[in-house]
């Protein structure tokens, strides 16, 4: 069963938003008259202004809030109308921008205002999205990490950078050498076979040497795509590790493990994942989709 079956995005969207809005209602609540406070949406063409939101002390206890537009520093005017919508003034001959005004003791009036500004006019889809520069007061959390005490690592979970495909091949086979106790078996592609029960595990490296690639094939002789297809997209919904595709008449399930570094754990980790799914699945999916394993059993 997939690890996210029951994430809820729109909820976790709102949560965001509410944990921003409440940062930023501690942040205007205390503010003083030493400096403004910017809320940036997206980087501008360089001497544009980005668009957002800008809070400043206008007086004693007093807060307020200067909306930039998004053309120029002008609104849209569909960002105006939105922005009246929710409540903002509109500009005048003294404040060219739409704006408006809060007590200080009201900051979470003006912190939630600011939220659905950014929301709904701007349609920032999640707080991630703002100038991390501009609010790292708001955005960073409070929580404190323990310092982790530092282990010696094993032999294979030291990592290793490779300068090209052949070099990692050959820290690949030496590695692979240690672990089954004899040299890899390599196809004229330069793919590795092993074999792990009813089936075969296929390892083969990127030409950039950025990535390992295991893949093995399932199922063969597939009768009916359309149905092969169904239930392989619910294979991969509810696989943790693996992706199980389709081509011509042969199922595969295929695995990635970077390898900038390399790092053997990972692949050992890789390849028992991999085999576990193709030596337990296998049989039952090729009587699913009509099909036969790699390997007929005698």
Not at 11 to 18: G, N, V
Request: hydrophobic share 40%; net charge negative; charged share 25%.
């Amino acid at each position: 069963m997939s690890d996210y079956q029951d994430f809820d995005f729109d909820s976790t969207q709102k949560e965001a938003w509410d944990e921003f809005s409440r940062r930023l209602d501690e942040v205007l609540s205390v503010m003083d008259a030493t400096a403004d406070l910017t809320i940036s949406i997206a980087p501008a063409a360089e001497g544009r202004p980005m668009a957002g939101i800008r809070f400043s002390m206008v007086a004693p206890q007093r807060l307020g809030g200067f909306v930039t537009g998004s053309q120029d520093g002008h609104p849209s005017a569909e960002e105006a109308k939105l922005l009246s919508d929710l409540g903002w003034s509109e500009p005048t001959a003294e404040i060219t921008q739409f704006h408006t005004f809060e007590d200080q003791e009201s900051s979470a009036s003006l912190a939630r205002l600011a939220t659905d500004t950014l929301v709904d006019v701007f349609c920032v889809l999640h707080p991630i999205f703002l100038e991390p520069d501009q609010l790292a007061e708001i955005l960073k959390g409070q929580s404190s990490w323990p310092p982790l005490e530092a282990r010696k690592l094993g032999k294979d979970e030291v990592s290793v950078r490779t300068a090209s495909q052949a070099e990692l091949d050959q820290l690949v086979d030496g590695v692979l050498r240690r672990k089954f106790g004899h040299p890899p078996l390599r196809n004229e592609q330069g793919d590795v076979a092993i074999r792990v029960g009813s089936t075969v595990v296929f390892l083969r490296s990127t030409a950039d040497a950025a990535e390992l690639v295991l893949f093995s094939p399932l199922v063969h002789d597939v009768s009916g795509r359309s149905r092969a297809c169904e239930v392989l997209n619910d294979l991969n919904v509810e696989s943790r590790f693996g992706r199980f595709s389709l081509h011509r008449d042969r199922v595969f399930v295929q695995l990635s493990v970077p390898a900038q570094p390399f790092v053997p754990a990972h692949l050992f980790q890789a390849l028992r994942a991999l085999s576990q799914i193709a030596d337990a699945i296998d049989d039952e999916l090729a009587h699913r989709l009509g099909g036969r394993t790699t390997f007929q059993a005698s």
